[in-house]
């Protein structure tokens, strides 16, 4: 058996708990509605957004909590 990680957000919240997945999916149309010009992609085994080839967030599902990581660039 491999430990494959997941290769799109989707299989990613699949792995969850049936409670967390919930969350998860929330948290997620939030992002697509606040962003809605951002790609969906994983980077560090995590979800993330993506906007004009800028990682913006990452989100992941921990063993007792939920993980929530905004990026910000400044040029």
Known sequence: MTNQRPQNIDEYISTQSYDVQIVLQNIRKLIQKVLPGATETMSYG????????????????????IGLYPLYEHS
């Open 46 to 65: 995590m979800p993330s957004f993506k906007l004009f080839g800028h990682t913006l967030l990452y989100f992941a599902a921990w063993k007792k909590h």
